[in-house]
């Protein structure tokens, strides 16, 4: 298994974080900010991280991952690395043990195809992965102080707007402004018309550019409207 997530690592996964890492840069440079902490909800193999160290000090950098074998994996890329801090977590509606569906690791005999392992992603049914919602998340596990966060990032599947549901309120609370990744993927868990409400409700209350639901591309983004 290893052999094809190295694979994955070293060779394919950095075309599908290029947008988002433009995304971030563009942002962090136009503020200068050149040192940042972030939170990464669906780490998969940890590319992220990899682009951003090349442009940023990066403080720290909190990783879940809800799939054994990505966490596994990342902990041992990472194990020397202090900046890191890594939880084999799933994020979802309520605290729980569910049911994580690995999409890529099926069948695997050849490396040289196109292989994608990020698609896993967590399913309602009992299981045997730890879940807890992104609330229980931010109170309780999360290491990085409120302040510090500049950037969560959400790629998940099935539970992004899940997510920015259920951390609105403590990012209020906290009086917060991280900048936001996440991916635009309503469809498999909710309509079009809750999803833009989810939208219109953290922009309001968290005070970010608001945003279409019709005009997002799947690698999204929230923008903090900022008082200088």
Known sequence: MNEYIKYWDEELVEQHVGQDIGYATEYFNSLNIDTISYIDIGAN??????????????????????????SDYIKEKYKDDSTV????????????????????????????????????RVEKEE???????????????NSIPPEKIS???????????????????????NKIQPYILFENNYSFCMSKEE??????????????????????PGDSLLKPILHK
Not at 48 to 70: S, T
Not at 134 to 141: A, H, V, Y
Not at 152 to 171: A, C, G, N, Q, S
Not at 195 to 216: G, H, R
Request: glycine share 4%; charged share 30%; aromatic share 10%.
């Open 45 to 70: 193999v940890g590319k992220i991280y990899d682009c951003l160290k090349k442009k940023f000090k990066i403080e720290k950098c909190v990783m879940v991952e809800a799939n054994k074998n990505l």
């Open 85 to 120: 801090e890594i939880h084999n977590l799933g994020i979802a509606e309520q605290n729980g043990k569910f049911k994580v569906y690995e999409v890529g690791f099926e069948n695997l005999t050849d490396l040289n195809r196109s292989i994608n392992l990020g698609l896993s």
């Open 127 to 141: 299981g045997d992965t730890e879940c807890v919602t992104m609330d229980f998340f931010l109170k309780n596990i």
């Open 151 to 173: 950037l969560i990032k959400i790629d998940t599947e099935t539970k992004d707007y899940i997510i920015l549901r259920d951390m609105m309120h403590w990012l209020h609370e």
């Open 195 to 216: 999803a833009q409400k989810i939208l219109n409700d953290f922009c309001s209350l968290c005070n970010y550019e608001p945003v279409d639901v019709n005009t997002l």
